[in-house]
């Protein structure tokens, strides 16, 4: 399903060329305070260094007024950014694997790093004090999409382990990703994989226990990145290269702040959310590095992708790391 939208948004954007031409054209006209269409895959304290870039000012030191919208999906949002009504995007580098391997005349390119890790974590009903991969034979467990890059690492992460998914255990992908916890919760499964806050959530009110962490397992990937057209790049490399100033920036900050300032910063971005469960959060994705500490897209990490997409059988072909893959902005970036 996601492929059959990136191919039809490959066809909406020549019907959105004229417009995306002249907001080019604007952009040079008003690099003093340029406003940057963002969409973000989904809202997320798993991508608390953008926050921290926008509630810090460090976009606005830059002359960029970001506007932020979250697209609920990485089919939309690689849409938005196809279409022209987006002129950044955060998703997952997978994405852009899609959509080159539709031959588009203007390619999506990665051109900043943000998560470097998976940000799901395994709960378990019951505690487990030394967990193995291998408790998971003969379970079952409340997986997330089929060909999302989660359940991809999920699968891939047990493949490594020796255990061999939907054979060796029962993976459950027929529930929605907001009702995933509240499944957990009535009864349903044995094991599920979540996101946080509800993992912590979760374990705060007693109701199950994070016993492994995917992001660990898998290793690192270009997990969560900035991505624009090949087109701005070509027509605007200063908007560019001012957007990666700034998420190098929070990425410095975030890296050097106490658990509490980064909660403190990134509260107006989540007014609901509890302050205990936050700075468990924020604890969690630090200690396991799940933010980069710079904004290149490491060359590395990207093989490593391939071979969870692989494995998922998900990659048709292997797209060259230089077609899809810009490090200029983030090097210059952290030179300054």
């Known amino acids: 399903m996601f492929k059959k939208i990136l191919k039809i948004s490959l066809i909406v ?29 989904t809202h997320s304290i798993f991508y608390t260094p953008l926050y921290v870039a926008m509630e810090k000012g460090f976009f606005k030191d830059q002359g960029l007024d970001v ?16 279409s022209g009504s987006a002129d950044v995007i955060l998703v997952g580098t997978e994405t852009t694997i899609y959509v080159y391997s539709q031959n588009p005349k203007d390619p999506a390119i990665n051109f900043a790093q943000l998560t470097q890790t998976d940000g799901s974590f395994l709960v378990s009903r019951e505690p487990i ?24 690492v999920s699968e891939y992460v047990q493949h490594l382990n020796g255990v061999e998914p939907k054979v060796d255990n029962e993976i459950i992908q027929n529930i929605d990703y907001a009702n995933l916890g509240s499944a957990f919760v009535s009864g349903t499964g044995d094991f599920v994989q979540l996101f946080e806050p509800i993992a ?7 109701k199950g226990h994070v016993v492994a962490s995917f992001g660990h397992g898998s290793g690192k990937l270009p997990y969560t990145v900035f991505i624009t057209k090949q087109s701005l790049i070509d027509k605007n490399p200063e908007i560019v290269q001012k957007f990666a100033n700034a998420i190098y920036m929070a990425q410095q900050w975030v890296n050097e702040a106490s658990l509490e300032d980064i909660a403190d910063a990134i509260t107006p971005q989540f007014q609901d959310f509890n302050r205990d469960v936050m700075l468990k959060v924020l604890d969690r994705y630090r200690s396991q590095g799940s933010w980069a500490t710079d904004p290149i897209v490491d060359e590395e990490e990207y093989r ?33």
Not at 200 to 206: M, P, Q, Y
């Open 67 to 82: 506007e932020l919208t979250n697209a609920n999906g990485g089919d939309k949002t690689m849409t938005a950014l196809v």
């Open 200 to 206: 912590s959530k979760i374990e705060l009110e007693g």
């Open 304 to 336: 490593n992708l391939e071979k969870v997409m692989e494995y998922a059988g998900e990659l048709k072909e292997k797209i060259p790391y230089e077609a899809i893959v810009n490090t200029e902005f983030a090097k210059k970036a952290m030179e300054q």
């Open 13 to 41: 954007i020549v019907l959105f060329s004229l417009t995306f031409t002249i907001a080019c054209s604007n952009t040079k006209s008003s690099d003093a305070n340029h406003k940057v269409r963002l969409f973000e895959v």
């Open 129 to 152: 004090k030394n967990f193995t991969w291998d408790m998971l034979k003969g379970k079952t467990l409340l997986g997330q999409r089929k060909g999302g890059m989660p359940e991809m």
